[in-house]
């Protein structure tokens, strides 16, 4: 039963390997990159990103989370034909959005740049990524169809090729072009994602065209009577993944509202246009990044689980349902507190490690909490989409952007707090979101509340790991440690003491022990001591 229960654990942790390699890579080539192209290039290269990832959120936020639940839905039930059938239809549906979307992103550049973004500049760098769009939503039928046989290996290697792409690209093309000007830099680093995505997706076919024999033996096997029309299919596709279409457009909208809103009220503040965008800079192309590596966890979490609660919901287990649900949300806690903390303590020594500027820790320190309601945020819509409620995290989502929008229009200009705002804003929006969707998910999947081993127990733990990794980096400072010294020491010294202080405090079990290597044994040597429940 543990087995069956936890199977989509290990899907979440093999996604979650791949995410976090694939965001060292991003974090780790913004750093070269941001000295390389300055403050004025980053603020370039990420207004693009905006405008890129809400169209591209048109055609991969909804239609893959679609797919893998109607697969999972059709091989529970051993109608593995008809599930083949959904991939071929939806190959087709995303190849044609993908197509259209490339070509409006690059008609309408000139306009976006100069009219939405307020700076000509970022004409270049809209252009050169626009392709990305068609090869990544093509990309994303493929991930859709293996995640939906909870097989989530071949979307994980493809990420990692993807980024590796991507980083080569990037440094390639801003190194030849930087001598052109700081804008056809951006340009150059923006093409990044189109070779990425396209060196992604061959893996993919390739990846499918071998394991063409084994799949269609299993559709040999199938139970399917009678096969679904292509056009219901279609339907039933898009009735799914519209809401969450709609819901993967929000968090992209908010981020385009922050690069229409926050340099030009920095500018009302009283800061150049220069300024403006490099705190604009600061705090999506340096702080931001940092809020997402952590989060690489909860978006496996919720990949995993909308298949696995589908499965559940299929064969209408609704002990399973709710076991799922509570191992979902308890992970989440255990990872993203800690998280939370330690970018908060070392906001500034960790800016300065990675991005020589101190000042990138300042937005750093407040969007670190924004780590836990993103987190939540991400497992619970995962939950919800998995028993079919696709609308409801899109309007918590829509209240907690009103909230992002309202404080980022009112604080941002205030010179005092300036871009301090937009990261409050951004932890507000999340906060109200995700407590939303807590509340509805507890409704509608039936996982008991158990505060004190979901949350009080991991805040206590992190609440010591905090207070330890302060006085390690503070106590290395002063007895003439140079920052990076003491600040891998301190984040060393987190990541050692936590577990054990959970553990100590009984927060931990088998399911969460199990996505360490060597936890089996860990497991059995605890379960031998009496250590943890069973």
Not at 340 to 365: D, H
Request: with cysteine; hydrophobic share 55%.
């Amino acid at each position: 039963m543990t087995e069956k229960r936890n199977s989509f654990l290990k899907g979440a942790i093999i996604l979650t390997a791949a995410g976090f390699l694939v965001k060292i890579l991003g974090a780790v080539y913004r750093i070269p990159l941001a000295m390389m192209i300055k403050d004025e290039g980053m603020g370039l290269y990420q207004m693009a990103y905006p405008i890129y990832v809400t169209l591209l959120s048109v055609s991969t936020a909804g239609l893959p989370t679609a797919i893998s639940k109607m697969v999972a839905g059709d091989v529970a039930v051993k109608r593995y034909r008809n599930a083949h059938r959904v991939f071929k239809v939806s190959l087709v549906v995303l190849t044609l959005v993908g197509a259209v979307l490339t070509v409006f992103l690059m008609l309408s550049a000139r306009v976006l740049s100069e009219k939405v973004l307020g700076n000509p500049k970022a004409f270049y760098p809209l252009i050169s990524i626009s392709p990305a769009i068609f090869f990544v939503s093509i990309m994303s039928s493929f991930r859709g169809f293996f995640q939906g046989l909870q097989d989530m290996t071949p979307s994980a290697v493809s990420q990692v090729i993807e980024q590796v792409g991507r980083v080569v690209t990037v440094f390639v093309l801003a190194t030849l072009l930087l001598p052109r000007g700081v804008e056809y830099a951006a340009a150059g680093a923006a093409f990044g994602p189109v070779v990425g995505s396209l060196a992604g997706l061959l893996l993919l076919m390739a990846v499918y065209r071998r394991r063409k024999r084994d799949l269609f033996d299993s559709l040999r096997a199938g139970s399917d009577a009678v096969l679904e029309n292509p056009v219901h299919i279609a339907w039933r596709l898009f009735a799914f993944a519209i809401p969450i279409t709609l819901g993967g457009l929000i968090i992209p909208v908010m981020n385009l509202a922050d690069a229409a809103i926050v340099t030009r009220r920095l500018q009302d503040a009283g800061f150049s246009v220069i300024r403006a965008t490099e705190l604009y800079g600061q705090l999506t192309g340096m702080a931001a990044p940092l809020i997402n590596l952590p989060a690489v966890m909860t978006m496996s979490m919720a990949a995993s689980l909308v298949p696995a609660v589908s499965e559940a919901v299929a064969l209408k287990n609704a002990r399973m349902v709710a076991a799922r649900a509570e191992t979902g949300v308890r992970v989440t806690f255990i990872f993203a507190l800690p998280a939370a903390m330690g970018l908060f303590v070392l906001a500034e020594p960790v800016s300065v490690l990675l991005y020589k500027n101190p000042q990138a820790g300042i937005p750093l320190s407040i969007l670190s909490w924004g780590i836990i309601f993103l987190a939540l945020q991400q497992t619970t819509t995962g939950l919800l989409q998995g028993v079919g409620k696709t609308a409801i995290p899109v309007r918590n989502l829509a209240v907690g952007a009103v909230f992002k929008v309202f404080i980022n229009y009112t604080l941002t200009a205030v010179p005092g707090i300036n871009i301090k705002g937009a990261a409050l804003g951004t932890v507000v929006g999340y906060l109200v979101s995700s407590l939303l969707n807590f509340v509805s998910a507890m409704k509608w999947t039936g996982m008991a509340l158990d505060l004190n081993r979901m949350i009080v127990k991991p805040s206590l733990a992190t609440a010591v790991m905090g207070g330890a990794v302060y006085y390690c980096y503070e106590a290395m400072r002063a007895a003439g440690a140079g920052n990076s010294a003491a600040t891998l020491a301190s984040v060393g010294l987190g990541a050692f003491i936590y577990p054990l202080l959970l553990l100590a405090a009984g927060g931990l079990g088998e399911e969460e022990l199990s996505l360490i290597p060597g936890g089996s044994r860990i497991i059995r040597w605890l379960q031998k001591m009496g250590a943890i429940r069973r």
